[in-house]
């Protein structure tokens, strides 16, 4: 074997320098994605595991105690002055003599109530179309009611209930049809919870397209996306929503064909909340609002994953939009006032400061580096997408509006699993846009599933009244 030449020893190492150099950015990756939690990232608590990190919410002192607030009515069980049935217990005899004790005067009267439901029972209504012939020679017979359409089938409130649990409460259709048995005493198939399901689905159309037209109309509408497990393949279930208003759509895509196709970004004009993801900024008759909670979450990440002193531009950037917020929220309290333009001026200058440090800061190579570059250059490049709370009390500080909306729907896969069919995760979408946005307008969900039933659904009054 040759001795090799001084050339090819430099250049070995130099190939192991490169080798080194690639390894140690892949270690810091791995590294960094091990730290990754729901604290500091968008993953869900869940997946924390028994590794849990120790509570630390980004939230700040709002300076109110514990508990219910003045104002808050309350969720107490109270009695009733009209109780459906009274029952008088009398002393038998009385504890000091031992005489008949209803022969003594009544002074008091004690009372407790229980509540409880009253046994439940499928009552049966049968329909009878009677035909009757006239003296002419015609048959005529009666009208049955409408959706009464066969020899034997459900009504609206067992129908409702179905929908409720499959829907509402994200059980199976197994579980559904069980526990309609358990409760009712009602032979149920898993097909008649899809039939149900899709009925319902179906009369929506008119609702769908109402909510769409009111989110549309709307000053502030929030977006998110999240992925969801429908006909064994991923697909992406996007949603709008507002203080009243929420619509999901599922949809093969994540990107602006799904976004085209839930047709709400195409024509609006307000302040569209998001996270930051690219395709939404493709829509440029909106005008874009960026979640800081989103950002706290990826600035906490920098902290976390990275070593020696250069997260100190993530603690400096987090501290400034902390200090924002409060001051907005003080300012936003007292009609007519706006932040101190001082203190804005201030921590405004801070943020674009420390992001641009950053964003020239290569000391960490690799995947993470670019990420956390990446980062600050876009707070530091859009600081007016996420600084518009500060100015603007219509403009929200963060996008958890839309957040709760898929929460639910997450909720449901770790519940039940996934949907094996598209066509039922754009059912359950359909049904959980009306769920949610009867929620937000104080309607009582087993009252809009009903009337749901009944092919009668809620409607904006907008709709209502045309």
Not at 15 to 27: C, F, G, K, N
Not at 356 to 376: C, F, S
Not at 391 to 401: G, L, Q
Request: overall charge positive; hydrophobic content about 35%; proline content about 5%.
């Amino acid at each position: 074997m040759e001795t090799p030449t001084y050339a090819e020893l430099l250049a070995l190492v130099g190939v192991m320098h490169d080798e080194l150099v690639t390894l140690r950015a892949r270690v810091e990756e791995l590294e960094a994605q091990v730290r990754q939690n729901s604290r500091n990232s968008s993953k869900p608590p869940s997946s924390d595991g028994l590794a849990k990190p120790a509570p630390k919410s980004l939230r700040t002192r709002s300076g109110r105690k514990p508990g219910g607030q003045p104002g808050h009515e309350g969720r107490t069980l109270y009695q009733r002055d009209d109780p459906d049935e009274v029952v008088r217990h009398e002393p038998s005899r009385c504890d000091g003599c031992g005489r008949n004790s209803r022969t003594g005067m009544e002074i008091s009267v004690e009372r407790r109530q229980v509540f409880d439901l009253p046994p439940v029972a499928v009552h049966v209504t049968e329909h009878q179309l009677v035909t009757r012939r006239c003296p002419c020679g015609t048959d005529t017979t009666g009208t049955a009611p409408d959706r009464v359409t066969a020899p034997a089938q459900y009504g609206p409130r067992i129908l409702a209930v179905i929908v409720y649990l499959y829907v509402g409460q994200f059980l199976s259709k197994k579980r559904t049809a069980q526990a309609l048995a358990d409760l009712f005493g009602v032979p149920i198939s898993d097909g008649t919870v899809a039939t149900a399901t899709t009925r319902a689905a179906t009369d929506l159309e008119e609702f769908r397209a109402a909510a769409r037209q009111e989110i549309i109309n709307s000053p502030v509408v929030h977006f998110d996306e999240t992925g969801l497990r429908a006909a064994g393949k991923l697909h992406w279930l996007h949603t709008a929503s507002t203080a009243k208003f929420s619509l999901l759509h599922v949809h093969r895509r994540r990107g602006r064909e799904a976004m085209n196709d839930h047709g709400i970004l195409p024509t609006f004009t307000g302040l569209a909340v998001h996270d930051a993801w690219a395709p939404y900024d493709s829509y440029t008759s909106a005008t874009h609002i960026l979640c800081n909670a989103h950002a706290l979450r990826e600035l906490q990440a920098v902290i976390d994953t990275t070593t020696g002193e250069t997260w100190c531009w993530a603690r400096q950037v987090t501290d400034s939009l902390l200090t924002l917020k409060t001051l907005a929220e003080t300012a936003h309290a007292t009609a007519g006032t706006v932040i101190d333009p001082a203190a804005l001026a201030e921590h405004t200058q801070r943020i674009h400061h420390a992001t641009t440090i950053a964003a020239n800061d290569h000391t960490h190579q690799g995947p993470l580096g670019n990420k956390h570059r990446a980062l600050a250059r876009r707070i530091r490049d859009r600081h007016a997408n996420y600084l518009a709370f500060t100015t603007d009390p219509s403009a929200p500080w963060d996008n958890n509006a839309a957040e709760r909306e898929i929460r639910m729907v997450k909720i449901r896969q770790k519940v039940s699993g996934g949907l094996r069919t598209l066509t039922g995760a754009q059912h359950f979408a359909a049904i959980r846009s009306y769920t949610a946005t009867t929620h937000k307008h104080g309607i009582n969900l087993y009252q809009a599933l009903t009337q749901l039933a009944e092919g009668k659904p809620w409607l904006p009054a907008t709709i209502q009244m045309a």
